[in-house]
């Protein structure tokens, strides 16, 4: 029994007391369809201009994957946001980075994060870690019609294969197609930028600490040449989130130890902006 705005019981409808299948997306697309991002579509050639946030890079490393975000948010050629989260943990063992159109992406990654809970509890399982990325990219499927009117969404997905005890990075296009990617990945407006920098300073078997300073590197090199990649702001304080997932679970550095890789990239390329070797 639930209760109305005047205090009155209500029972719960009926939706709620049969057994259905273990995605929470599938229940609400059948009981209220105007509450996912995909059942709120612009009308027929209309166009909207809203902030779109860049740019994410993923690794691996002996043990597990790194994936990092920088913090701006642009709107045109206007800065929406300096300090915006791009890297969330989609659960204990896995993280979604986002480039796109920000609000559908942020609202995408809140109903991934309930999905894959509400897996768990009514299986009573964790969800395998390539289950969990074709979950996603059904999601992505699903927002196909709003991409078309340029409210794109295209994320990254990262975790740790408690199967295989090793870390995995997947890929995604704007239609749900879902990619293993190898050792690292890019995507964002800077991504053509961070690649370069990844190709040459990513090497198997790297440790965790290389691993992250890496990530902070290529977001580095990324700043340098897109104009929508924010890069570390020294004078603010604001760095990359770089978020960790290995057999421990997902966890994020700390800024102290993000300030430390920071600043030690700028002393290197302080008579060395091109990053040249």
């Given amino acids: 029994m639930t209760a109305d705005p005047t205090g009155r019981a209500r029972r719960l409808d009926d939706a709620f007391l049969v057994a259905g299948s273990s995605s929470f997306t599938d229940f609400v697309s059948a009981y209220r369809p105007e509450l996912l991002p995909s059942g709120r579509p612009l009308p027929s050639g209309a ?4 902030p779109h946030g860049t740019t994410i890079v993923s690794l691996l490393f002996d043990g597990g994957v790194i994936m990092a975000g920088d913090r701006r948010a642009t709107m045109g050629n206007v800065i929406a946001n300096r300090d915006m989260e791009k890297v ?15 609000g559908v992406a942020i609202e995408l990654v809140r109903l991934y994060q309930v999905e894959l809970e509400h897996y768990e509890k009514i299986e009573g399982a964790i969800m395998s870690l390539e289950g969990k990325a074709n979950r996603l990219a059904s999601m992505i499927r699903g927002n196909l019609a709003l991409a078309m009117q340029g409210l794109t969404v295209v994320p990254t997905y990262a975790g740790f294969d408690l199967e ?13 197609g879902c990619y293993i990617e190898g050792g690292h990945h890019s995507t964002g407006s800077g991504s053509v930028f961070a690649r370069g920098s990844l190709k040459k300073l990513w090497r198997p078997g790297l440790a965790e600490e290389a691993a992250v300073g ?3 590197e290529a977001l580095y090199d990324a700043a340098d040449d897109d104009s929508a990649t924010g890069g570390p702001d020294l004078g603010r304080q604001i760095w990359p989130t770089v978020a960790v997932v290995d057999r421990m679970g997902s966890r994020f550095v700390s800024q102290p130890d993000l300030e430390a890789h920071v600043q030690r990239i700028v002393a290197a390329r302080r008579d060395n902006p091109g990053g040249a070797r």
């Fill in 47 to 50: 166009s909207l201009e809203a």
């Fill in 164 to 176: 295989t005890d090793a870390g995995r990075i997947y890929s995604y296009d704007v239609t749900g």
């Fill in 88 to 102: 969330f943990a989609a659960d204990s063992y896995s993280v979604v980075g986002i480039a796109g159109t920000a």
């Fill in 214 to 216: 890496i990530a902070v």
